[in-house]
Structures are given as structure tokens and as C-alpha cells.
């Protein structure tokens, strides 16, 4: 009896771990939104560097499809908390989950028309904080409140 | 058989919400859109008369515009967490600090004065200055209380919008003051062009008087 029970429990870790690993963590909303704010000008939507602002840049941007591949999650964290020349660096002004966010959005964007190594459909399920509930412990979910500074 | 059925059905059930999470993140895969626009620059001559402020550099020490006042001021207000117009702004301004010669820059002064003063403390602005190669023995980043910032922004004409923690938005300029601490030319819209305010520049310089 208990070890039908063991099972099927079993089991049930098994579906969850696979629907994971087939759709990773998954892109949302939150991600799109902070990509759009903070990002998208440079970037571009598909992370080719090819944003509105980048033909005035005096650096060439990245297309991220060639070169996060390479880089591990701490280095894109890194590059994001810290800046990196003329891109700022947005530890001061975003939460720890929202950087975590924002190297998720990078990464997927990185594997958009491209082969993608074995290894990298499991890498949302190393990071795996997005099972976890953090919004809960964090309150990341808060709408941040249109604050008006100045009235002109 | 029913016992059979009934334990299938409670399976399934207890799978149905992990399968609906997978759906979901699928279904979220559309693209970010910005419908923002930046607009070019656009440049003005103006004479508006600039009040003395006393702010806080990035070294933490207090600044007074007072000090400046015997030399013509180039002056931009950013915030170092700005995605788009900013670093060209900043970058552009660091061109004009790099072309001005020796002498020129004895006569010249750099201010770059933040919109964002939750986020832009001394060690962040600090830390900015650094990123972009700024020379900072004529440029100076200022922060301060916001509403004394406030004030310094209204004297530009500048209008500030705090949309989230870190995004602003704001009216890009970068400006122009003579020796007397007028506000002679104003740059809008996206980075202005080096040349265009080195030759702005350059024209003050050589007015013994501004009158």
C-alpha cells in the first residue's frame, strides 16, 4: 500500500519535471514588460541589437543570439546589475527577482531562431526560481504606483 | 471497473492544473512592442537667466554653482538607469570634453544633473562617471534632494515624470550656459551633435563680455 502510494507519487514528480523541461520556466509578462521598459530601445525585440536607439550608439550592441550562449548566468547578471560601458547598470533601481528576470528574457531571446544545445533546455530548470513563489515572499507583484515627481 | 475509472479521473485531475502552467508559459511568448519615439535634436538659442543651486557631487561633497559661474557651463540632465536618450547624451557630452583643447577647457565646465535622486546617490553617480571615461576635474554629477531638484529642473524648463523605480521620463536636454550664467543654447530630443555645441561653445568663448 505504501509503496503504490510511493508511486504514484513518484510519478507525479516525473509529469512535473517534464512538463519543465519541455517549457522551460516559461517567458511571461512581467519578463516582457521589464524587457520593454528597460531593454527594448537598444536591444531590440528579438535582442539583435537593433533597437530604435542603437544606430546612435557609438558602440555596435550584441545580437544575443551570438554571444549569451556563451555566457553563463552569473556573467549575464552581472553585465545587467553592473552596466557595461555606455548600458546602464541596474542594480540600484531593480530587485534581485527582476535581474533574474531580465537574464531569463535575455536567454530566451538568445535562443529565438537558433539551434538550441541540449543543455540549454535545461537550464531554466537549473535556475528554477521561477517554481518558486517569489512574488509571495517579496512582494515583487506590487504594481509599482505611478508617482508623479513634477507637474509642468 | 468504477473504482478503476475514479482513480484515473482523480489523476487526472491532479495533473490538469501543472499541465494548465505549461500551457500558460507558451502562451505568453508574444514580443515586447515600445511605441515610444525619440525625436532628433533640436537646437535653440534662448536667454533664460539660471539660478544659483547647491547640490551634492559624487563624491558626496556639496557643489554650488556659484563656482562656475566665470565660464561657460555645458549642462544635461540624466539618470543613470535610462534606457535610451541619456547615455547618448552623456557619451556626446564626453566627445565635447575630449575635443575641447587644454586651454578651452580651463574656460569650460561640464554638470550633469540627475532626474532620478532615489536611485542616483553619490557612489551610483560615481560609479556612472567611471563607466563612460569621464574626466572629472571639469565635470561634475549632481544629485540632491528632490525638491531642490525640483527647482532646478522648472528654472531648464525640464518636466520630470517618475513612472516606476529607475524609469523616468523627462525632457532630454542638454544646455548652454554664457559667463553670466544664462542659458544661451538649449539641445532637445536625442544627443546633441558634438560639433554643433563645440561651435556653440567655442562662440561664447570668444565674447569677452556676454552680453
Known sequence: ?152 | MLRNLKSRLGRTLFFLPFMALATLNHGFSHEPTNSKKISGPQRREVRIPIRDFRLIDQNGRSFDFKTVRDKVVVLAFAYTTCPDVCPLSTAAMREIQIALDRIERSSVYFITVTTDPEVDSPKVLALYAKRYGVDLSDWTFVTGEEAVLRGIWQNFGVRVVKKARGLVDHTSLTAVIDRTGTMRFAYYGTAPDPKVVIEDVRSLLARRSNS
Open chain 1, 1 to 152: 500500500m505504501l509503496g503504490l502510494k510511493f508511486m504514484s507519487l513518484m510519478r507525479s514528480l516525473l509529469v512535473v519535471a517534464i512538463s519543465f523541461a519541455v517549457t522551460g520556466c516559461g517567458r511571461n509578462q512581467r519578463m516582457d514588460r521589464l524587457y520593454a521598459e528597460r531593454c527594448l530601445g537598444c536591444h531590440g525585440s528579438f535582442g539583435r541589437g537593433d533597437g530604435a536607439v542603437a544606430t546612435s550608439l557609438p558602440a555596435r550592441l550584441p545580437d544575443f543570439r551570438e554571444t549569451v550562449q556563451r555566457k553563463s548566468t552569473g556573467q549575464i547578471r552581472r553585465i545587467i546589475s553592473e552596466g557595461r560601458g555606455i548600458m546602464p547598470g541596474f542594480d540600484p533601481a531593480l530587485r534581485p527577482a527582476e535581474i533574474t528576470d531580465m537574464v531569463e528574457m535575455v536567454r530566451f531571446l538568445s535562443r529565438e531562431g537558433r539551434d538550441v544545445s541540449w543543455w540549454e533546455k535545461y537550464d531554466t530548470l537549473v535556475v528554477a526560481h521561477c517554481s518558486v513563489p517569489w512574488d509571495l515572499f517579496l512582494g515583487y507583484d506590487d504594481a509599482p504606483e505611478e508617482k508623479r515627481v513634477e507637474k509642468p
